[in-house]
């Protein structure tokens, strides 16, 4: 079966057009954060823009190294990507997210990684929880750090 999903898009800052050629068909998903767009094709490959007439947003650029994505998520001001293998991709406000390199120790084989409203938390193959992004918005889980070295399911963020 052919995937031939596209994204529709209007209002008063549509895509470009040469952004809304590459959405016609095989589009697995669309995220969104609150000044920008990341669309995930099934080849695993993004497309990134800016939704607003402001100044360029962190958010809707998206690094050069953008392949073997599996999944996408967003929050107010920063996007997380998930690669095939369990690594993860971070951009935008790196305050709000947008950069994970201080998590310690990194990390790796993730199998999904959640957003909540400035901050993201990513769970590995087992059942270990990293989280990033402000910390007094769920991006500094060291209190409950025991309750999330294993076993952890899933996670729900809020907007708080």
């Known amino acids: 079966v052919e995937n031939t999903f596209s994204v529709v898009h209007w209002g008063k800052f549509p895509a470009p057009s040469k952004i809304s ?3 016609v068909g095989g589009i697995i998903s ?8 990341a669309v995930l094709k099934e080849d695993g490959s993004l497309i990134c823009w800016q939704n607003s007439g402001e100044e360029q947003s962190p958010a809707a650029v998206a690094p050069n190294d953008m392949s073997n994505i599996v999944s996408v998520c967003g929050n107010e ?3 997380a990507a998930l690669q ?3 690594q993860v991709i971070t951009w935008g406000d790196k305050a709000d997210g947008g950069d994970h390199s201080s998590v310690d120790p990194p990390p790796t084989n993730i199998r999904a990684i ?3 409203m400035y901050a993201f938390a990513a769970v590995n193959e087992d059942g270990k929880v990293f989280t990033w992004g402000r910390a007094q918005r769920g991006g500094d889980s060291s209190h409950v750090r025991d309750d999330l070295a294993s076993d952890v399911v899933s996670i729900v963020g ?3």
């Open 84 to 86: 095939i293998g369990g």
């Open 158 to 160: 809020n907007r708080g």
């Open 21 to 23: 050629e590459q959405l």
């Open 77 to 79: 001001n920063a996007f």
């Open 30 to 37: 669309v995220s969104a954060s609150g000044e920008a767009l």
């Open 114 to 116: 959640y957003a909540a």
